[in-house]
Structure formats: C-alpha cells, structure tokens
C-alpha cells in the first residue's frame, strides 16, 4: 500500500496508508522527520538521512548538508 501520510508523535515516526491505518513505526526518539512520498519517507539523525520504505525498512542513507 501507499503512503498517505507520516506523522513525528513523541518519540515516534508513524507512517499510514491512504485507508488511515498504521503502516509502520519507527523511532523517532534522535530524528526529525523530513518529508515523505507515496513509497518512502525521510528522517535525519545527526548528520545522516534515513530513507524508509513503507514497511520500516531502511531504503538508504545519506549525508546530510
């Protein structure tokens, strides 16, 4: 399924399908979500970017600028 929407909860990075339910968790605790699309979203930790797929699995990673 899509991603619709992601949203930073606490310590959380929560990730739903267009239907609104749950998709994946991940933590959120030293990272700050940075955007998303339909099949990924981004959270920086420190000076990298982690790139997730809808089921939490990490994609890539990159450093930030």
């Keep these: 399924m899509a991603i619709a929407s992601v949203i930073q909860k606490g310590s959380s ?3 739903y ?3 609104g339910s749950q998709l994946c968790t991940v933590d959120g605790t030293y990272g700050e979500l940075q955007g998303y699309t339909s099949t990924s979203f981004s ?3 420190g000076s990298n970017i982690y790139v997730y ?3 939490g699995n990490v994609i890539s990673t ?3 600028r």
């Design 17 to 19: 399908n267009e239907r």
């Design 62 to 64: 990159h450093t930030a």
């Design 43 to 45: 959270v920086k930790r």
């Design 13 to 15: 990075i929560i990730a």
């Design 53 to 55: 797929g809808e089921r």
